[in-house]
């Protein structure tokens, strides 16, 4: 499991970076990663590498790591590993820090603190008989093609998902995936576009609007209240 908590934050405007941000009484990451590991199997060991800017280990990490431990099973490994620039590099640090034993490997924007249990079991389940999968949402609203600031066209939106997260593949396709894009100079904005420029089918699982991407800051108040709603499985509450 790499949990990719190097993001900065900007547009929420705070004082933290976003992953170590508050909803309720726990960190976005300490949610995310309560939630994934509930959709795991009983008997499952996992490996979690969190990624952080190296500048937050002393502070914001230090803080939340004993509960984001709690959460862990037993026999489970916690490794800090810093992240990069980029979204992509940060990803590419933790794959490379995985254990090569690994058979599948999860990747998940803390960010995304409220995933919803049942569908990242799903997800892991396609991931595991297909190879590479992701949870999205079909697009309900009508999109616009726009060029300076004038509609160009309307878009078909029914071929159209919006990607979330986890994304999950077999760490063979990944690296796969990895060493292609650096010898194509290509940069991804998600984990499942670089499967898909290395040629790697990528199969879509629903995933939920309650999924949001904790972005501006009025998605706190609309996630506090969807927490209400579908509370987090937190071990040791």
Known sequence: MLLLAAGRGTRLGADVPKAFLRLGDETLLAHSTARLVAALPADAHPEVLLLVQPEDRRTHVRACLDRVRAQLPAGAELRVVDGGTTRQ???????????PDAELVLVHDCARALVPVAAVRACLHTAADVGAALLAIPATDTLKRVHDDRVVETIDRRPVWYAQTPQIARRELFLRAVDHARSTGFAATDDASLLEHAGIPVAVVPGA???????????????????QQDPTPFVNP
């Not at 590099?89 to 254990?99: D, Q, T, V």
């Not at 609007?209 to 927490?227: F, Q, V």
Request: glycine share 4%.
């Open 209 to 227: 609007t309650t999924n949001l991407k904790i972005t501006r800051r009025d998605d706190l108040p609309l996630a506090a209240a969807l927490l």
């Open 89 to 99: 590099e940060s990803m590419e640090r933790g794959l490379a820090a995985s254990s």
